[in-house]
């Protein structure tokens, strides 16, 4: 038996992305869960038993080198999945990755031995599950070419456009410190080129927040 408030907020969302039928299952055996800002929902090497599908708020993805150092991947928002879980279908294993709400969430987690059954069963399943996959490869590669052939300020500019995009704010609460770790570089290197970008009239730095000025 589903659960009526899980079905009509997943009907709001997704009604045109999966049929009722699949809607009405996705509630019977998922599980809803709030989150605040900054909430750690998937730890490097954690067993992967759900598949999370984000209702609202955002997302972001994050992988670790040898050294613990953290590199941003891509953000999660209204109806994705991360690809990480998708592997889940196929054979049991551990994440590779790190995820961390970027506002306040609500993520709704499918058991992950429903995946397979559900890819024969629902076409429209079938469909998101290759989508996502073809989502998230292609913004891997992206940050792949943002690592490797742009440099820092451009990566920069690109993260500051990125994260206006997910938050839909302008006024971005962070830190160069945490900018720093995203980006996978040290706060003083963000702090000149933050400053440089703030004499370019692109960003107005606050005290508590950064006002971005040229992206929205």
């Known amino acids: 038996m589903y659960n009526k408030e899980c079905f009509q907020k997943l009907q709001q969302h997704f009604q045109f992305l999966f049929e009722e039928a699949l809607i009405q299952e996705m509630c019977s055996v998922g599980m809803i869960k709030s989150y605040p800002e900054d909430a750690v929902l998937m730890e490097i090497g954690q067993v992967l038993t759900y598949m999370p599908i984000v209702l609202t708020g955002s997302l972001k993805v994050m992988k670790e080198d040898k050294e613990g150092n953290e590199l941003l991947l891509y953000y999660l928002e209204l109806g994705d999945t991360c690809a990480v879980t998708l592997s889940c279908c196929t054979k ?50 992206d940050a ?49 080129i933050m400053k440089k970008l703030e004499n370019q009239g692109v960003i107005i730095q606050h005290r508590n927040y950064v006002e971005v000025k040229e992206f929205m």
């Open 144 to 192: 792949i070419d943002n690592l490797a052939f742009n440099n820092m300020e451009d990566r920069l500019i690109k993260y500051l456009r990125d994260k206006v995009y997910v938050t839909k704010e302008s006024k971005l609460h962070i830190t160069h410190f945490q900018i720093a770790n995203d980006l996978h570089s040290s706060r003083v290197v963000i702090s000149r």
């Open 92 to 141: 049991p294993s551990k994440s590779g990755i790190k995820a961390v709400t970027e506002s306040k969430s609500e993520i709704i987690f499918i058991p992950v031995e429903k995946m397979e059954e559900w890819m024969v069963k629902y076409k429209s399943w079938r469909g998101f599950v290759l989508d996502s996959y073809n989502v998230r490869l292609n913004e891997m590669l």
